[in-house]
């Protein structure tokens, strides 16, 4: 049976709900843990406005990036602890926030099209590309452009470890 009839599986991190749904892609090889997202330690004053605050996770201290311009959910906030794509020692992992439940998928070249209509209030600079997935806008995130953001923040606020 090839790959393509098999699906890839992927984490879909709802990021607004109706009435306009959309999600942001993870490939779910990306994803460590999904774990609630609290409490969180708040970022310093000089850290940029996607940085939410940092999370516990398994004696680490995690970023939290919300890389939506959407306000976070009260309450039921989730996280999904992503490797960083050139770990180094000191930034193993970080994590994407979520306000809903992320969910698992397998996607076939049937269940993915082209984006229509408008995005959602997403930053641009942390998707790769805007997609249909099972019918629902998404972006798929740019883990690559999410890790660099995060090292430059680390180096003009000494904030983001």
């Given at each position: 049976?090839?790959?393509?009839?098999q699906?890839?599986?992927?984490?879909?991190?709802?990021?607004?709900?109706?009435?306009?749904?959309?999600?942001?892609?993870?490939p779910?090889?990306?994803?460590?843990?999904?774990?609630?997202?609290?409490?969180?330690?708040?970022?310093?004053?000089?850290?940029?406005?996607?940085?939410?605050?940092?999370?516990?996770?398994?004696?680490?201290?995690?970023?939290?990036?919300?890389?939506?311009?959407?306000?976070?959910?009260?309450?039921g906030?989730?996280?999904?602890?992503?490797?960083?794509?050139?770990?180094?020692?000191?930034?193993?992992?970080?994590?994407?926030e979520?306000?809903?439940?992320?969910?698992?998928?397998?996607?076939?070249?049937?269940?993915?099209?082209?984006?229509?209509?408008?995005?959602?209030?997403?930053?641009?600079?942390?998707?790769?590309?805007?997609?249909?997935?099972?019918?629902?806008?998404?972006?798929?995130?740019?883990?690559?452009?999410?890790?660099?953001?995060?090292?430059?923040?680390?180096?003009?606020?000494?904030?983001?470890?």
């Open positions: 049976m090839s790959q393509h009839a699906g890839l599986r992927v984490l879909l991190l709802p990021v607004s709900g109706d009435p306009d749904p959309w999600d942001l892609l993870l779910a090889s990306a994803v460590a843990e999904i774990v609630r997202a609290q409490p969180l330690e708040p970022p310093g004053s000089q850290a940029p406005p996607w940085l939410c605050g940092y999370l516990a996770w398994r004696g680490l201290r995690l970023p939290l990036v919300r890389p939506t311009a959407l306000a976070a959910a009260a309450g906030r989730y996280a999904a602890v992503c490797f960083a794509p050139t770990a180094g020692p000191a930034t193993p992992f970080f994590a994407i979520s306000p809903g439940m992320p969910r698992l998928e397998r996607v076939t070249p049937e269940t993915l099209s082209a984006a229509t209509g408008d995005p959602a209030a997403v930053d641009p600079s942390f998707i790769q590309v805007e997609l249909r997935v099972l019918g629902r806008p998404a972006g798929l995130v740019d883990l690559e452009a999410l890790q660099c953001a995060l090292q430059s923040a680390s180096a003009a606020s000494g904030e983001v470890r």
